[in-house]
């Protein structure tokens, strides 16, 4: 497993994953991006929002709508 202590480690530790999922798509929960994005969502309501003990701008995520 990668250490996500930067943008370079966070995009490879992405990869991997990839990596995994096409070798590997049995033993992934979440196969579709449909219910990737479904299981994180469902993931985030369920944990605590302590965010703003960071300080971090909960306004945008850190995403740019494209709508």
């Known amino acids: 497993m990668v250490s996500n202590k930067s943008k370079s480690d966070f995009v490879e530790f992405i990869y991997q994953m990839l990596n995994e999922l096409k070798h590997n798509p049995n033993e992934w929960a979440n196969i579709t ?5 479904d299981a994180i969502a ?25 709508f």
């Open 33 to 37: 991006f449909e219910n990737y994005l």
């Open 42 to 66: 469902r993931y985030i309501q369920d944990t605590n929002d302590d965010s703003s003990a960071v300080g971090e701008d909960k306004s945008s995520f850190g995403l740019q709508s494209h």
